[in-house]
């Protein structure tokens, strides 16, 4: 039986691979700070490991016997501070690539389509993996921290430290989502919520167990070694069916108001500024690509993952989104 390590485990994308993985009768350890709070893990049948990505003896004993190693844990909000992300995203992905090498695992890199220059990406359609990755803004933190990450993965495979492949995601939705649906749902319990040009773009967003089922494909194909795979189109889905779907899942009414895209970027622009002036570059740098996301239609392609690893996801928009937001009213704190 093969056994495999998942780090951020009680994360959106981590628990997936933990579902997706021990329902091919393989067995999950997975990486936890806090036994306790990731108790639930255990009945679905993971082994806990308490430990953290800093602390070397913890992970190494973590990765002992492990021939499979999935990092997800990341930083993905600190504000202003350049420092934590460095430290954990590089520091930390530095170490799982020590951890993965002694153990003698495959690694795969939850990535991120933040290695994209958010102007780029839009210069050319689609984009791909091949997408030149051209100079991020100072400001760009998440997004710094994500790419340096994704060079240290791919630099340890390329001097035969390792083997080990990287997947990039776009927004990622599902159950036990604490980014895209939290911060969705709180603004349609005010009963709006703002369609940029009137809603028919389509939305960058991926169902979190279409990206776990990437991940382990990845991991499961040898030709995947060294390179990366764009996991963004599981199935197209506009911003107002979002808000129709999301509604369903909430249990209510939530009318879409439309905004012309001239306002929307204006009062963007606006914000940014005064979040500069306010000395919050990072907050400022997040505003263009947070607009895109609902005004800009996806410009990523996962062709390389379909070919390459035979991905094919199940969960469709309007069967995920309701689940994802009725999840979240069911257990949300606030």
Same mark, same amino acid.
Request: hydrophobic share 45%.
């Given at each position: 039986?093969?056994?495999?390590?998942?780090?951020?485990?009680?994360?959106?994308?981590?628990?997936?691979?933990?579902?997706?993985?021990?329902?091919?009768?393989?067995?999950?350890?997975?990486?936890?700070?806090?036994?306790?709070?990731?108790?639930?893990?255990?009945?679905?049948?993971?082994?806990?490991?308490?430990?953290?990505?800093?602390?070397?003896?913890?992970?190494?004993?973590?990765?002992?016997?492990?021939?499979?190693?999935? #990092?997800?844990?990341?930083?993905?909000?600190?504000?202003?501070?350049?420092?934590?992300?460095?430290?954990?995203?590089?520091?930390?992905?530095?170490?799982?690539?020590?951890?993965?090498?002694?153990?003698?695992?495959?690694?795969? #890199?939850?990535?991120?389509?933040?290695?994209?220059?958010?102007?780029?990406?839009?210069?050319?359609?689609?984009?791909?993996?091949?997408?030149?990755?051209?100079?991020?803004?100072?400001?760009?933190?998440?997004?710094?921290?994500?790419?340096?990450?994704?060079?240290?993965?791919?630099?340890?495979?390329?001097?035969?430290?390792?083997?080990?492949?990287?997947?990039?995601?776009?927004?990622?939705?599902?159950?036990?989502?604490?980014?895209?649906?939290?911060?969705?749902?709180?603004?349609?319990?005010?009963?709006?919520?703002?369609?940029?040009?009137?809603? #028919?773009?389509?939305?960058?967003?991926? #169902?979190?167990?279409?990206?776990?089922?990437?991940?382990?494909?990845?991991?499961?194909?040898?030709?995947?070694?060294?390179?990366?795979?764009?996991?963004?189109?599981?199935?197209?889905?506009?911003?107002?069916?979002?808000?129709?779907?999301?509604?369903?899942?909430?249990?209510?009414?939530?009318?879409?108001?439309?905004?012309?895209?001239?306002?929307?970027?204006?009062?963007?622009?606006?914000?940014?500024?005064?979040?500069?002036?306010?000395?919050?570059?990072?907050?400022?740098?997040?505003?263009?690509?947070?607009?895109?996301?609902?005004?800009?239609?996806?410009?990523?392609?996962?062709?390389?993952?379909?070919?390459?690893?035979?991905?094919?996801?199940?969960?469709?928009?309007?069967?995920?989104?309701?689940?994802?937001?009725?999840?979240?009213?069911?257990?949300?704190?606030?």
């Amino acid at each position: 039986m093969t056994r495999a390590l998942v780090t951020g485990a009680t994360g959106l994308v981590g628990s997936y691979i933990v579902e997706r993985v021990l329902a091919d009768d393989s067995s999950v350890r997975a990486l936890v700070r806090d036994a306790g709070a990731a108790s639930w893990l255990s009945p679905l049948g993971a082994e806990l490991a308490v430990g953290e990505l800093l602390d070397a003896e913890s992970l190494r004993r973590a990765a002992a016997g492990c021939d499979t190693i999935y #990092h997800c844990a990341a930083l993905i909000s600190a504000g202003d501070d350049w420092s934590s992300f460095r430290r954990m995203n590089g520091d930390g992905t530095r170490a799982v690539v020590d951890a993965a090498a002694q153990a003698g695992a495959r690694l795969v #890199h939850l990535s991120s389509v933040a290695v994209y220059d958010d102007s780029a990406r839009y210069a050319a359609a689609p984009t791909s993996e091949d997408t030149p990755l051209t100079p991020l803004t100072t400001g760009s933190y998440y997004a710094r921290s994500k790419r340096e990450a994704e060079e240290i993965v791919m630099d340890a495979h390329a001097r035969g430290r390792l083997w080990a492949t990287a997947v990039r995601p776009t927004v990622i939705y599902g159950r036990r989502d604490r980014q895209f649906v939290p911060r969705a749902a709180r603004v349609m319990r005010t009963g709006f919520f703002p369609l940029f040009g009137g809603g #028919h773009t389509t939305m960058s967003l991926v #169902h979190g167990s279409a990206v776990a089922d990437g991940a382990v494909r990845a991991a499961r194909t040898g030709a995947a070694g060294g390179r990366a795979y764009n996991l963004t189109n599981d199935f197209p889905v506009t911003v107002a069916q979002m808000v129709r779907y999301a509604s369903a899942g909430l249990d209510r009414v939530v009318r879409g108001v439309p905004i012309p895209l001239s306002l929307a970027r204006a009062s963007f622009s606006a914000l940014a500024q005064a979040l500069r002036v306010a000395h919050r570059p990072g907050l400022a740098e997040q505003l263009p690509g947070a607009l895109n996301a609902f005004a800009r239609n996806n410009p990523f392609t996962s062709e390389r993952a379909r070919r390459e690893l035979g991905w094919s996801p199940t969960v469709t928009p309007e069967v995920g989104i309701p689940d994802a937001f009725a999840w979240w009213k069911e257990h949300r704190t606030t």
